[in-house]
């Protein structure tokens, strides 16, 4: 077999290249929240950004954006997210008997504005205040959403496409 050193280092490039290629193609966010945290977190951030002619946060990957972020840099948040979706969880179970997810587009609604105005009740919201959390929810949603897609949200740029806003050819900078 003739095996030069040029074709080696060929294949050597395109099998790392491959590798680092495969985190991006899990079909869920990183792992620190568990599915049904995952899930209810995944009908707030629809319900904050819903789709309509363009893709809301979900699509536009802001779940994913704030799972990559818990991973990274808001490692100090994990424990108010746990602690949030728990008792949102508790609340709409005890209220509705479904989890977040499984109740009605416009209960879902009334809920988060009443977590908004801190008036939801229960065991649960000792750890966190629902305005809190309902907050720091809306906060990341919206840094997914609208932020710059190499952190892990605004997937091809949808939200930029929305405003009418270019892609910005450096890195962090448009010029107008």
Known sequence: MNYT?????????????????????????????????????????????????????????SVNFICKQ????????????RNGIAALQAYCRNSFGKTFKQIPSDRQIQVMQDMEENKLTGNGWVDIQPDVFFAMVLKHCMMGFYGA????????????????????????????
Do not use: W
């Open 5 to 61: 050193r040029r074709a080696f280092i060929k294949n050597v490039g395109v099998l790392y290249g491959s590798l680092l290629f495969l985190p991006a193609c899990s079909s869920r966010p990183t792992a620190i929240l568990s599915d049904e945290e995952t899930d209810c977190l995944t009908a707030l951030c629809n319900q904050i950004i819903p789709d309509d002619e363009y893709p809301g946060a979900v699509k536009t990957g």
């Open 70 to 81: 818990l991973a990274l840099h808001l490692d100090y948040c994990k424990d108010n997210y």
């Open 149 to 176: 897609p190499r952190h892990g949200g605004n997937k091809d740029f949808a939200s930029f496409r929305m405003l009418r806003l270019d892609a910005p050819l450096v890195v962090g900078q448009n010029r107008y």
